[in-house]
């Protein structure tokens, strides 16, 4: 592709929903990896492209202090995501600034849709939505592998109702950049992440670090351009997330159970039933758990925005304040026409379930370390609030005590199990949380189906 012509490719975002429309159509083409009738255990070769983006992000050098790499936060062992119980990380030159939120895992990004206000419609509800543009991921991942992304601009349905108006897609948990490449660099310069001190000084870095492995890839003209230089580093770390496969393998149990190859136990069935029950857990109504028409796993979201109201967490050190929030879409890691909009104020996106047993702390905030502890506080939020959040010195009940008032109507009281009042039997007893806790325990990846079989002889 001429340079000249992928120096347009951000402007033609702006073009309209027209590109949009095109953009849908190339995604919603089926990513190899999702694919019910693939061979998990085969990882094809990496492209070149994609072996550059390999070594980025296990290099510790391309941070501010030299002892941070993606892989530090993102450990492929714990499935890209901490290994440690901390609630925010600690990054910075000298690895003691702390975050703000939680780090999500890497793992299964390669399917989300860029950021877009729009219906809620039937097709994502039935687990069949498609990623809106080829940055997100999807179409990216059957791209020629030297062609830099199309960074796609937040959009607004055009048959959007105003009443009915939810917030989708995006990276991060605030949804503030739409593509896989944004989000790998937006990191380096992050003062509680890997700390560069600017664009020039990542620039610098991976010229004198990686520029013949960038010139042989991309041409030796882009090595005179920082923009194009930068752009192409977060391709290259983009197309390592989508080319391997052990950011999104589908080989859980549960994986293996909707392929036919597996049983689940009865804890874990009954867990299901619950999960998809609308009068009890609901958790299937955000987190989609059924294969999709065309034989597409399912990503355990639906990538919209719910604001919860997660109690307050006080191990994060920016919470020391008392007039500091964090207000999701609202900052304040984002800053623009959708931060300014009320309506968004509080509000999270949805993150996948795969492989959260093996995560230590829950939600935005971390403020939960067990499973137990979130399902329960998604059944008692409102029938026993007590239980959930902190009490002041006339033991009067701090309820949404990590949202300002003025916020607090965004949070959600319709959907089951939230729907309920003080004084009501919570959604789920202790035995049916439990159940839940043992489905939500097959969604790790590594399940080795053989071994149960051999179980089950015995």
């Known amino acids: 592709m001429p340079l000249t012509y992928r120096r347009l490719l951000p402007l033609l975002a702006l073009a309209g929903l027209s590109l949009t429309g095109a953009a849908v159509g190339m995604a919603s083409e089926p990513a190899t990896s999702a694919s019910a009738t693939d061979d998990y255990d085969d990882q094809a070769p990496l492209s070149a492209v994609a072996q550059l983006g390999k070594k980025l992000f296990f290099d510790p050098s391309l941070s501010g202090g030299g002892q941070m790499s993606c892989a530090t936060c993102h450990d492929p062992a714990n499935h890209y995501a901490p290994a440690n119980g901390l609630a925010v990380q600690l990054g910075g030159l000298h690895l003691d600034q702390p975050g703000?939120?939680?780090?999500?895992?890497?793992?299964?990004?390669?399917?989300?849709?860029?950021?877009?206000?729009?219906?809620?419609?039937?097709?994502?509800?039935?687990?069949?939505?498609?990623?809106?543009?080829?940055?997100?991921?999807?179409?990216?991942?059957?791209?020629?592998?030297?062609?830099?992304?199309?960074?796609?601009?937040?959009?607004?349905?055009?048959?959007?109702?105003?009443?009915?108006?939810?917030?989708?897609?995006?990276?991060?948990?605030?949804?503030?950049?739409?593509s896989l490449e944004e989000q790998a660099l937006q990191p380096m310069i992050s003062p509680f992440e890997m700390a560069n001190a600017d664009v020039a000084t990542v620039y610098t870095k991976v010229t004198k670090g990686y520029g013949k492995d960038i010139s042989a890839l991309f041409g030796d003209n882009i090595l005179n351009d920082q923009d194009m230089t930068i752009s192409e580093i977060g391709f290259a770390l983009a197309r390592y997330q989508i080319e391997d496969r052990s950011f999104h393998p589908y080989t859980s149990k549960y994986d293996y159970y909707l392929r036919g190859k597996a049983v689940l136990t009865d804890a874990e069935a009954r867990g299901l039933?619950?999960?998809d029950d609308a009068n009890k857990g609901n958790c299937a109504s955000c987190h989609l758990d059924k294969m999709t028409g065309d034989g597409q796993m399912p990503n355990f979201t639906d990538f919209e925005f719910e604001a919860l109201g997660a109690p307050r967490n006080p191990t994060?050190?920016?919470?020391?304040?008392?007039?500091?929030?964090?207000?999701?879409?609202?900052?304040?890691?984002?800053?623009?026409?959708?931060?300014?909009?009320?309506?968004?104020?509080?509000?999270?996106?949805?993150?996948?379930?795969?492989?959260?047993?093996?995560?230590?702390?829950?939600?935005?905030?971390?403020?939960?370390?067990t499973l137990e502890d979130v399902t329960r506080f998604y059944v008692k939020r409102d029938t026993n609030p007590e239980e959930i959040y902190p009490k002041d010195a006339s033991g009067k009940v701090?309820?949404?005590?990590?949202?300002?008032?003025?916020?607090?109507?965004?949070?959600?009281?319709?959907?089951?199990?939230?729907?309920?009042?003080?004084?009501?039997?919570?959604?789920?007893?202790?035995?049916?949380?439990?159940?839940i806790v043992a489905f939500l325990k097959t969604l790790t990846d590594g399940y080795d189906p053989t071994k149960d079989n051999v179980k089950a002889a015995k």
């Open 100 to 178: 703000i939120r939680a780090v999500p895992s890497l793992a299964y990004k390669m399917s989300t849709p860029s950021f877009s206000i729009g219906e809620e419609s039937a097709a994502d509800e039935a687990a069949e939505a498609s990623p809106m543009t080829e940055a997100s991921g999807v179409a990216l991942a059957n791209a020629p592998a030297v062609t830099s992304p199309l960074t796609a601009q937040a959009v607004v349905k055009a048959d959007a109702a105003a009443a009915n108006l939810v917030p989708q897609g995006g990276m991060f948990w605030d949804g503030r950049v739409d």
């Open 398 to 435: 701090l309820k949404y005590d990590d949202l300002p008032a003025q916020y607090r109507a965004n949070i959600d009281v319709s959907d089951a199990p939230m729907n309920r009042k003080p004084g009501d039997a919570p959604a789920l007893n202790d035995a049916e949380i439990a159940d």
């Open 316 to 369: 994060i050190p920016a919470n020391a304040d008392a007039h500091y929030f964090d207000t999701g879409i609202c900052g304040p890691l984002r800053s623009d026409a959708y931060s300014a909009q009320q309506q968004n104020c509080g509000l999270f996106k949805t993150p996948t379930l795969r492989n959260v047993a093996t995560r230590h702390v829950f939600f935005h905030n971390g403020v939960y370390r």
């Open 273 to 275: 039933k619950l999960f």
